[in-house]
């Protein structure tokens, strides 16, 4: 029989092959009149739905629901877009550690560094992903200030979902919507105690203790601790991350259930801002990879406390309630600098600090169930969501760009504070219609009121009633292979103003998908194939006019494209075989641009591959060796360049030519309690540049890491 797993309805895929030999057996013993009808199995019957959302446990790659997308819990088949969940086995095989790891594993995004080796951004569809969603409620995300690295210890996984997400978040980019969903407490008593160390003195130790707090298990309570201490290959780069995460979890009724928790994380590297300067005439220097262009004053200094809240509420009528909030404050604290030649081509500094509070707050409720009409069952989701982002900037001077390459640390005072303040309300509807047997229906729309309010000068604006559109129609082949097409928008508020001194209207990202999906060995595995296009209509052009009422006026006429194809598999081989991996084609170009009509039909952002392959695997042996598995990923990107504008008048074009990354991992099962594992990062020493500059004005290049070891030991009971 199915052992089941009450947090999140979770299955171990090692009990799916029992669920097959158990089908096979029914069909034997319902011939047999005299057996017993206790011996009833069909309940046993492999289905998607097996694996349930939570992935802890599970040792799977792969998922059995996600409600990213449309807030319905559907299965990567019936969700009529591109999806990946990295599950927390995933996350453990390749020894991931922040936000960062899991973007560079995910299909379709990429990890961009060209704000510098700390300032992430993360890109899809070649479009910046400017959210990121904790259990469902978004968050702003900017990596090139303040945007933090959640801390993995303390999720079960992350659901992704490219394109055009705005049904789910709101305004922001077509690129992706990146949804982190926490650990929640288990209902046996477990502890896990993590020790890791690596190249360059990084060391990791982790606390993860789950229980139930009273006799009938109906209070339980979760605590994970982190902390980490690193060096790098960079020479004098340093890092620190702890983390403390807390949840508690009762069942207040059959019919209620509350959620809350609190988490506390802690960041700080000396290395996040500059990079390498290359030649004057525009070629790479070539410098060692261990060089650091820094200074041994430099910081980045971040704290962030959290507290959400979830209520689960079951209604009549297999209708539920589900209410979530979260709230966040961020302190944060930047010193720092990069190499430039701004004058003269003389070789300096340019020096700057900053202080950020930064205060997010979003709550979200939704109810959500089945209906009837025209003889059919159908599902509907009806909620209400609002987000207040709320940052103050403490500026200190100087902000030089001179500053003598030796000079020291400059002596920062502070200035003056700037605060900004957004809140965004939204609306949202979404059903799913079956409109026959194979053929249903996904119909969205979201009613959005966005206002930005500069508390310290002009340059508020405010969009009204913006509606968001989302369709998806799947259509079921066979038992495992639907075929879809979906459309989804998203939009983006812009400040630039016209020639009446009004903020332009907002810019729409719009989303056409059409592709096919498959769903094997009771939905252990899951494939998808797709097509898809984005475009963005509505960017601001600057535009020359007479007596324009400000410095400059602007017109909503620029327009981008993304067009290509996305291809995935995750999940099972077999039942010892996990799988993880994708290629994705993406061809982001300029179809208009009235003010700069040369970058039509090229490429919009150089410095982002256009191909992107990425594979993850592992292998459990069995017999003899059964304590024993292997595994590794091989990521491979395209080329990336940028034309250097030289001081003679003339362009270089500065490349990273296309590469691959290999990685290599064993694991061994001492005994129930004890796991060892290695991972071996780039162990063919690849060298190669993570990013490079676009300008000789100021550094660029970064190199990625070389070859590298972590062992990791993990004592469970």
């Excluded at 209400?384 to 003598?404: C, F, G, L, Q, V």
């Excluded at 604006?461 to 989302?470: C, D, E, Q, S």
């Excluded at 005994?671 to 490079?692: E, G, M, P, S, V």
């Amino acid at each position: 029989m199915f052992v089941q797993q009450r947090s999140g309805n979770v299955f171990s895929p090692s009990l799916m092959a029992i669920a097959i030999c158990l089908t096979t057996s029914h069909a034997a013993l319902a011939a047999d009149a005299e057996a017993p009808a206790t011996i009833e199995l069909g309940a046993t019957q492999v289905s998607g739905q097996q694996l349930g959302q939570t992935t802890e446990g599970t040792e799977s790659y792969t998922t059995g629901s996600m409600s990213t997308a449309t807030k319905l819990p559907l299965t990567l088949r019936e969700t009529p877009q591109a999806v990946t969940v990295i599950t927390r086995q995933r996350m453990d095989d390749q020894a991931m550690t922040s936000i960062n790891d899991v973007v560079n594993a995910t299909p379709g995004l990429f990890l961009n560094y060209s704000n510098g080796p700390g300032r992430q951004a993360f890109t899809a569809r070649g479009f910046d992903i400017d959210n990121l969603m904790y259990d469902g409620i978004p968050s702003g995300y900017n990596g090139v200030s303040v945007g933090a690295q959640p801390n993995l210890a303390m999720f079960d996984r992350v659901e992704v979902v490219r394109g055009a997400t705005g049904l789910v978040t709101g305004a922001g980019n077509p690129s992706a919507a990146i949804n982190l969903i926490r650990k929640r407490p288990l209902y046996e008593q477990k502890v896990t105690l993590t020790g890791a160390a690596g190249s360059w003195d990084d060391y990791r130790g982790e606390l993860d203790a789950s229980s139930p707090l009273n006799d009938s298990g109906t209070w339980r309570g979760r605590v994970v601790t982190s902390y980490r201490d690193a060096n790098s290959f960079i020479d004098n780069a340093e890092q620190d991350h702890g983390l403390f995460y807390a949840v508690t979890e009762a069942d207040l009724s059959e019919d209620t259930s509350l959620t809350l928790g609190f988490s506390n994380q802690k960041d700080k590297t000396n290395y996040f801002w500059g990079s390498s300067m290359i030649g004057q005439d525009g070629h790479h220097l070539n410098l060692s990879r261990s060089y650091n262009p820094g200074t041994d004053w430099e910081n980045k200094d971040q704290e962030i406390n959290t507290v959400f809240a979830e209520l689960r509420q079951r209604l009549a009528n297999d209708w539920n309630l589900q209410v979530n909030a979260n709230y966040s404050e961020q302190d944060a604290l930047f010193s720092g600098s990069y190499q430039s030649r701004w004058t003269d081509n003389i070789l300096a500094r340019t020096v700057y600090q900053a202080a950020y509070d930064e205060n997010q707050a979003g709550v979200d409720a939704f109810a959500s169930g089945p209906f009837q009409a025209f003889g059919r069952t159908h599902e509907l989701v009806v909620g209400a969501s609002k987000r207040i982002y709320d940052m103050t900037t403490h500026n200190y001077s100087p902000y030089e760009r001179d500053w003598p390459l030796n000079a020291g640390k400059p002596n920062f005072v502070h200035t003056n504070n700037t605060r900004d303040v957004t809140t965004q309300d939204g609306f949202y509807l979404t059903t799913r219609l079956s409109l026959a047997d194979p053929l249903k229906l996904i119909l969205g729309g979201r009613l959005d009121w966005y206002d930005y309010d500069n508390r310290d000068g002009d340059g508020d604006y405010k969009v009204t009633r913006n509606l968001t559109r989302y369709a998806g129609l799947i259509y079921e082949l066979d038992d495992q292979h639907s075929v879809y097409v979906s459309y989804s928008d998203i939009f983006t508020p812009q400040k630039e103003k016209n020639t009446s001194a009004t903020p332009l209207k907002p810019i729409v990202g719009k989303n056409y998908e059409v592709g096919i999906k498959g769903e094997y060995l009771g939905g252990a595995l899951n494939a998808s194939l797709a097509m898809f296009r984005v475009d963005q209509e509505n960017r601001a052009v600057k535009i020359v006019v007479p007596d324009c009422p400000q410095a400059s006026c602007y017109q909503a006429s620029g327009e981008i494209r993304s067009q290509g194809i996305d291809f995935e598999l995750q999940g099972a081989l077999t039942e010892n075989w996990q799988v993880g991996g994708g290629y994705t084609y993406a061809r982001t170009h300029t179809i208009k641009d009235d003010a700069n009509p040369q970058k039509v039909n090229k490429q919009f952002d150089t410095d982002t591959p256009e191909h992107l392959f990425k594979l993850t695997t592992r292998y459990n042996f069995q017999g003899p060796l059964e304590k024993l598995r292997v595994g590794g990923n091989i990521s491979w990107q395209s080329r990336m360049y940028n034309d250097i504008a030289l001081a003679d008048g003339s362009q270089y074009r500065l490349k990273q030519g296309g590469y691959a990354v290999t990685d290599l991992m064993a694991g061994y099962r001492v005994n129930q309690h004890l796991d060892l594992q290695l991972n071996a990062n780039n162990i063919f020493d690849r060298k190669y540049y993570q990013a490079i500059a676009d300008s000789a004005s100021y550094g660029g290049d970064s190199y990625g890491a070389p070859r590298n070891m972590m062992l990791t030991a993990k004592y469970s009971f």
